[in-house]
RNA sequence: GGCCCCGUCGUCUAGUCUGGUCCAGGACACCAGGUUUUCAUCCUGGUAACACGGGUUCGAAUCCCGUCGGGGUCACCA
């Protein structure tokens, strides 16, 4: 554990061009360093606990998983806990849930933020020791006078430095202050950003944040860049919500001499409103998605399209992703989530998928579908086989699991059948004297495979002067008491002679 | 409101850096036609966009300025 503390960088290479004695006027140039790229790169994916990976999430983590493939490199799981009363186990096993589901494997074990906390107040102490630091006594009331009257002259800075040069002796007794950082108050803070360019901030916008909350326990923006660092982070792949947070991150970084990892700060997804992606859009977790039927390469292929393209490729297998895969390929502005290109892309997934593999799929998220939309006789082996024999008819009609599961029904029900209504009316004296003629054509063949099916029901219909159509809907809707099915010849051949003989022959009486 | 970012078909995007090959290409969706035992799939075709206004230039989706619009962020949350 001490060692890992100790890990960083080997020979990190100051890029700041600033001095001690000019701390007041620094402008940090945080320019990429093109030697750490061969240096192995180091992604992470550093989810906050607080609910379920959602899509956002999904797509950050792909990023960097495909960031550090794409150059032999690692990415890194932390997780970041530090507030203890919003994180919950709960969250931390979706997450990591999520992230199997998808192949997202990241590397080693995960990092808890929480339980480094003694190495962030060991880094507080020294900004403290240096005069980066100070402890601010104000208190609540002060502050929102303060929030108050930066907002009402048009001024982004808050935090007025009330305590930053003041005498500790003036701290009034009984108050456990906070720390915060002494934030440069003249130049600029520079980010190269990968994806957002150059981003410059006046750093008169940026006030002194709260590195250490008023019971010791580091903050966010302090812990984020002791552990990237500590961890030999290299490139930092995030949500640009991050955006502003990188500046100050940039700050605290120049006062410890450490180097930047590469920002790149990836466009938020909105949801169809054009805002950022939340709660009220209904935004789900990856397991939502799993439960609806969604394949994780359709899943990957789609998020991995959202704001980052290879000219006009759409369909990408991981090792194609992973080859091309560039962050100068990542575009700048948001996008919006469609469901449709989603459904478009699993159902090319699912058309591709190997039929004994698809049963497998479907029925794994068995268990995860309410009572009403599991299909009856779910735990017989034998219905399962009935789905493999017809899946693919039902695959190629399918944009999801979920789709199959519906579509396949017919192989799961027993009899007699529900009918729906259009089955039933369908179902005439007419129609049923087909059956009868159909049944008897049927009972007779003795090799039941989908050839011999379409040669006999073919033949029948030829004899009798009639349209396929008018022998295949009655046939459709005694055998799955709907309109609508696949083929039908497949469908006879999966439900097998002896039941489909029997279904017709509900009907023909 | 301050600060930061963004603005090509309904949506995701190519093209923008290195102005002309773009009266703007692909995909999803949509519409029409074809194949077909139903529904789909599949095939063919179609509708549809450079936010607006100036400027630079022989020439601008591409460069510059402004306007408008959208988003992010301003916690002892992350």
Redesign the pocket.
Known sequence: MQLWYMSARPSPTPLLLFSKIHLAQWMPIMSPNPKSMSDGVVTRFA??P?CFLHIGGARTALFNWLHAKANGGKMLLRI????RK?STSEAIDAILEGLTWLGLEWDGEPVY?HARAARHGEVVEQLLAKGLAYKCYA??EE?EKM?ERA?GE???A?YDGMWRDRDPGDAPAGV?P?IRFKAPNEGDTVIEDQV???????NK?LDDL?IA???GSP???LAVVVDDHDMGVTHAIRG??????ASRQAQIYAALEWETPVFAHV??I?GS????LSKRHGALGVEAYRAMGYLPAALRNYLV?????H??D?IFSTAQMIEWFDLA?I??????F?F??L??LN??YI?NSDDGELVNLVRAIVPELSQEARPPNSDDEACWEKLALAMP?LK??AKTLIDILDAGRFVFVSRPLDMDEKAENLLDDEARAVLGGLLVSLEGVEDWSVEQI?YVVRGYAEKTDL???KA??PL?AALTGR????????VLYALGKDEAVARIRDQVR
């Open positions: 989810p906050s607080t970041e806990d530090t507030d919003r933020q208190t609540p502050m929030r907002h048009g001024r982004s808050v456990d906070v957002q360019g150059t981003v410059t901030v006046a916008n709260i909350r008023s019971d903050t966010y923006n640009a919500d991050h955006l502003t947070n466009p938020l909105h409103d054009g805002a950022k399209r959202m704001g980052w393209s000219g006009d759409e390929g575009g700048r502005s948001p996008a919006r469609d449709e290109k459904a478009s159902a090319h058309k008819g190629e009609r379409e349209k396929l159509g295949a809907q459709r309109t609508t099915s696949p083929g039908i010849f497949d």
